[in-house]
């Protein structure tokens, strides 16, 4: 994401002007609004959409409007960071609300939505947060028609159209008609796409002679000319202005219109549509404007763009939410290669996949992990030294105490603590800036695979934070008996479903040297028949290799399978410190290993002394910190790196 185009530019392609909201999209589909009970979250507004649709195609984008100075506002800040988009722009507005939508589907076709944006942050949008030296740094900007119906906001684009002309660069109107939003319908009207009003054609009218490109359906058109049918529109917009015209037809594609507008409504450059189901139209405007700019800012022809703009808003009907739904440039180009053989590509796994892997919430290149998700080991040792079994919580929390000393701050730390015993350590953690917390749901032990508090997976992950990772061990050995193989695959199958499902990454243990013959090919093996029942986690976590041959087989299995995959790291087995440096060394050859999750190497003294009361908690902390810390020194060390 946020690849620039190819070509000396300046800093940024494009700045989209306007709207941005928190949306809140109804999860029950088919129901009224009334009937919802939980809603999704996501950015929105034209504006804010676009700007996230272009910079997960490659653009430069940034968005320039006001949000608000409390949660959602801050929601919109840091996910526009997450995508890529730039947020110089990005006032924040300590007197007024960030904008709020609430929206379903009620049936194909049919969203009710209702806007809450009384005197909310982004319409508050004036002249002097338009900022000449920002608006050069750009190629483009894109203004929206609903901040034209307010004298300041609409003051403020026009600001920006004027510095964008004077440095010879180019002015795109999103015509993006609500009518709700210019008063001329009632509150629950927020779905009403065309209401005739001669005071904004008027108003509208004005912009269009500054214009390089301007898009719109056929009532868009229609209401930024003043006139009745869509050829008069056409014909009134081309009197007044010489801007490439792109009139979105829906399922049909659209047509663009480079040239004097003919008698015949298609003589254009036409953009045939993609064939697909229709689950939720709201937003496909603005996925493809994405796609249109991506490919008229980069260079493409009239004809790509369109293809690309049709693509893109294709993705965006057949999926439930606005700019978390658009796709990324490796997902367009997959689809526009491969195709799909679904008309609702949301059941195609592959694109999905696709999707999941490319929109990320961060990268972790490298992962250096305590973990401290072990049950059964601590109750063992709780019991060897006849402590209580409570105890264990609160030791958890001073791992996480020493892993955050050694972490610093700095990327790339990470932990593993379970549900069991580790909620106040979950707490404690969030506390600290890690990279990455994974967390076990595994019944410690089982085999055949079983979860640890119910085989109901999904209602459980639906409770954990966003970024938190699932992480499932299983003692599988591909030369396992067939019914053993099989009851696991489809527990591992049904968690990847789960994960996915919610929305978020999971980790996949393999330990098969406990129960068979470890040698170069058993992990590939493994992980083959895994691949093969579709099932791709995020990160891999694998014992340690006898030979770089191993490691250099399983990354080819990896690598051929899911090239997106984050990696491998390393697990320990409570391996003296000697054995696991060893261990490191032989991954020096293999990339795909970007670290180690190691637990009771570092914990398991300072659990034995601390439970026994000889220790105390700084004693504990510093001791697990001191280990974990020559882990990570030896770790870098093995990759040709020193501790920042």
């Not at 093969?532 to 891999?540: H, Q, R, S, Y």
């Given at each position: 994401m946020g690849e620039a185009v190819e070509g000396k530019h300046p800093p940024l392609d494009?700045?989209?002007?306007?709207?941005?909201?928190?949306?809140?999209?109804?999860?029950?589909?088919g129901s009224r609004l009334e009937d919802i009970t939980s809603f999704a979250k996501s950015v929105g507004g034209c504006p804010a959409n676009i700007s996230v649709g272009t910079a997960r195609l490659g653009l430069r984008s940034a968005l320039l409007t006001r949000v608000g100075d409390e949660q959602m506002g801050r929601f919109i800040r840091e996910?526009?960071?997450?995508?890529?988009?730039?947020?110089?722009?990005?006032?924040?507005?300590?007197?007024?609300?960030?904008?709020?939508?609430?929206l379903s589907v009620e049936s194909e076709g049919v969203s009710p939505m209702i806007f809450y944006r009384s005197?909310?942050?982004?319409?508050a949008l004036a002249e002097e947060d338009i900022d000449e030296a920002f608006i050069a740094s750009a190629r483009s900007v894109v203004v929206t028609g609903t901040h034209f119906s307010r004298p300041n906001s609409d003051a403020a684009q026009r600001k920006a159209i004027h510095l964008m002309k004077a440095k010879g660069g180019k002015v795109v109107f999103d015509i993006d008609y609500r009518p709700n939003l210019w008063g001329l319908a009632g509150h629950a009207e927020g779905f009403e796409r065309y209401v005739k009003s001669d005071r904004v054609s008027a108003q509208l009218k004005t912009v269009l002679p500054d214009c390089d490109l301007i898009v719109g359906t056929e009532e868009e058109i229609m209401i930024a000319s003043g006139a009745d049918d869509c050829l008069s529109a056409l014909k009134t917009i081309r009197a007044l202005s010489s801007a490439t015209i792109v009139l979105k037809r829906g399922a049909k594609g659209c047509i663009v219109y480079d040239g004097p507008i003919s008698d015949d409504l298609e003589d254009g450059i036409v953009g045939k549509g993609?064939?697909?189901?229709?689950?939720?139209?709201l937003g496909a405007g603005d996925a493809f404007m994405s796609g249109f700019l991506r490919g008229w800012l980069g260079g493409e022809s009239f004809a790509t763009a369109a293809t690309w703009a049709n693509a893109c808003g294709a993705f965006a009907v057949s999926r439930l939410l606005c700019a978390p739904e658009y796709p990324t440039f490796d997902e367009l180009q997959f689809f526009l290669k491969h195709g799909s053989k679904h008309l609702a590509l949301r059941k195609d796994e592959a694109i999905n996949h696709i999707h999941w892997a490319t929109t990320r919430r961060r990268d972790i290149p490298s992962l250096m992990a305590l973990a401290c998700d072990h049950r059964v080991q601590l109750e063992d040792v709780a019991a060897r030294v006849g402590a209580d079994a409570s105890r264990i919580p609160d030791f958890k929390v001073l791992?996480?105490?020493?892993?955050?000393?050694?972490?610093?701050?700095?990327?790339?730390?990470?932990?593993?603590?379970?549900?069991?015993?580790?909620?106040?350590?979950?707490?404690?953690?969030?506390?600290?800036p890690?990279?990455?917390?994974?967390?076990?749901?595994?019944?410690?032990?089982?085999?055949?695979?079983?979860?640890?508090?119910?085989?109901?997976?999904?209602?459980q992950l639906t409770e954990w934070p966003v970024d938190h990772c699932i992480k499932c061990l299983c003692f599988y050995h591909p030369d396992d008996p067939q019914a053993l193989k099989v009851e696991q695959q489809q527990k591992l199958r049904a968690l990847f479903e789960a994960a996915r499902k919610v929305g978020r990454e999971l980790l996949v243990e393999i330990i098969a040297g406990k129960h068979g013959k470890l040698d170069d090919t058993t992990i590939p093996r493994a992980l083959e028949e895994l691949y093969a029942l579709g099932i791709k986690p995020d990160w891999w976590k694998l014992e340690p290799q006898a030979s770089a041959g191993a490691w250099a087989k399983i990354e080819q299995v990896i690598v051929k399978n899911d090239p997106w995959c984050r990696g491998v790291v390393l697990l320990g087995l409570e391996a003296p410190q000697d054995e696991l440096v060893a261990a490191f060394a032989a991954t020096s050859n293999a990339p795909i290993v970007k670290g180690f999750a190691v637990g009771r190497t570092i914990f398991i003294n300072a659990a034995e002394q601390w439970l026994a009361g000889k220790m105390s908690d700084d004693e504990a902390i510093a001791d697990m910190a001191a280990r974990f810390e020559q882990l990570t020194e030896a770790w870098l060390a093995a990759r040709g790196r020193k501790a920042a």
């Amino acid at each position: 994401m946020g690849e620039a185009v190819e070509g000396k530019h300046p800093p940024l392609d494009v700045i989209t002007i306007g709207r941005a909201s928190v949306d809140l999209y109804g999860q029950q589909i088919g129901s009224r609004l009334e009937d919802i009970t939980s809603f999704a979250k996501s950015v929105g507004g034209c504006p804010a959409n676009i700007s996230v649709g272009t910079a997960r195609l490659g653009l430069r984008s940034a968005l320039l409007t006001r949000v608000g100075d409390e949660q959602m506002g801050r929601f919109i800040r840091e996910q526009l960071k997450r995508e890529g988009v730039s947020v110089d722009g990005l006032k924040t507005d300590k007197e007024r609300l960030t904008a709020l939508v609430l929206l379903s589907v009620e049936s194909e076709g049919v969203s009710p939505m209702i806007f809450y944006r009384s005197d909310c942050a982004d319409m508050a949008l004036a002249e002097e947060d338009i900022d000449e030296a920002f608006i050069a740094s750009a190629r483009s900007v894109v203004v929206t028609g609903t901040h034209f119906s307010r004298p300041n906001s609409d003051a403020a684009q026009r600001k920006a159209i004027h510095l964008m002309k004077a440095k010879g660069g180019k002015v795109v109107f999103d015509i993006d008609y609500r009518p709700n939003l210019w008063g001329l319908a009632g509150h629950a009207e927020g779905f009403e796409r065309y209401v005739k009003s001669d005071r904004v054609s008027a108003q509208l009218k004005t912009v269009l002679p500054d214009c390089d490109l301007i898009v719109g359906t056929e009532e868009e058109i229609m209401i930024a000319s003043g006139a009745d049918d869509c050829l008069s529109a056409l014909k009134t917009i081309r009197a007044l202005s010489s801007a490439t015209i792109v009139l979105k037809r829906g399922a049909k594609g659209c047509i663009v219109y480079d040239g004097p507008i003919s008698d015949d409504l298609e003589d254009g450059i036409v953009g045939k549509g993609f064939p697909i189901e229709i689950y939720n139209v709201l937003g496909a405007g603005d996925a493809f404007m994405s796609g249109f700019l991506r490919g008229w800012l980069g260079g493409e022809s009239f004809a790509t763009a369109a293809t690309w703009a049709n693509a893109c808003g294709a993705f965006a009907v057949s999926r439930l939410l606005c700019a978390p739904e658009y796709p990324t440039f490796d997902e367009l180009q997959f689809f526009l290669k491969h195709g799909s053989k679904h008309l609702a590509l949301r059941k195609d796994e592959a694109i999905n996949h696709i999707h999941w892997a490319t929109t990320r919430r961060r990268d972790i290149p490298s992962l250096m992990a305590l973990a401290c998700d072990h049950r059964v080991q601590l109750e063992d040792v709780a019991a060897r030294v006849g402590a209580d079994a409570s105890r264990i919580p609160d030791f958890k929390v001073l791992t996480v105490k020493a892993a955050a000393k050694v972490a610093a701050g700095r990327d790339g730390y990470g932990m593993l603590i379970d549900e069991k015993y580790g909620r106040d350590a979950m707490f404690e953690f969030a506390r600290h800036p890690f990279a990455w917390l994974g967390r076990p749901v595994e019944l410690p032990g089982s085999r055949p695979l079983r979860f640890e508090f119910s085989q109901d997976i999904g209602s459980q992950l639906t409770e954990w934070p966003v970024d938190h990772c699932i992480k499932c061990l299983c003692f599988y050995h591909p030369d396992d008996p067939q019914a053993l193989k099989v009851e696991q695959q489809q527990k591992l199958r049904a968690l990847f479903e789960a994960a996915r499902k919610v929305g978020r990454e999971l980790l996949v243990e393999i330990i098969a040297g406990k129960h068979g013959k470890l040698d170069d090919t058993t992990i590939p093996r493994a992980l083959e028949e895994l691949y093969a029942l579709g099932i791709k986690p995020d990160w891999w976590k694998l014992e340690p290799q006898a030979s770089a041959g191993a490691w250099a087989k399983i990354e080819q299995v990896i690598v051929k399978n899911d090239p997106w995959c984050r990696g491998v790291v390393l697990l320990g087995l409570e391996a003296p410190q000697d054995e696991l440096v060893a261990a490191f060394a032989a991954t020096s050859n293999a990339p795909i290993v970007k670290g180690f999750a190691v637990g009771r190497t570092i914990f398991i003294n300072a659990a034995e002394q601390w439970l026994a009361g000889k220790m105390s908690d700084d004693e504990a902390i510093a001791d697990m910190a001191a280990r974990f810390e020559q882990l990570t020194e030896a770790w870098l060390a093995a990759r040709g790196r020193k501790a920042a």
